[in-house]
């Protein structure tokens, strides 16, 4: 999952660390699209020590959507 450079200002501007909660709220105040706003939802609920943490987790999170078997798309 690719990060938009609002999603990666944000996370650079952010005071750690910070709970999902905190990303949420700071990220809804600072006008973070909502597309960017719901990768943020989508983080386990955890304290964050710094953006590369973050940006970790939504690295696994992708990664693991990426390798898991997809259900057959019946017509």
């Excluded at 709970?19 to 990220?27: I, P, S």
């Excluded at 939504?58 to 019946?74: D, G, H």
């Amino acid at each position: 999952m690719p990060s938009s450079p609002a999603l990666e200002r944000f996370l650079a501007d952010m005071e750690y660390p910070a709970q999902r909660d905190d990303l949420l709220r700071e990220a809804a105040r600072d006008g973070l699209p909502a597309d960017d706003r719901a990768v943020l939802e989508s983080l386990p609920e955890q304290s964050y020590s710094a953006a590369w943490h973050v940006r970790y987790r939504l690295a696994r999170q992708s990664l693991a959507e990426a390798l898991s078997p997809r259900e057959p798309v019946t017509a």
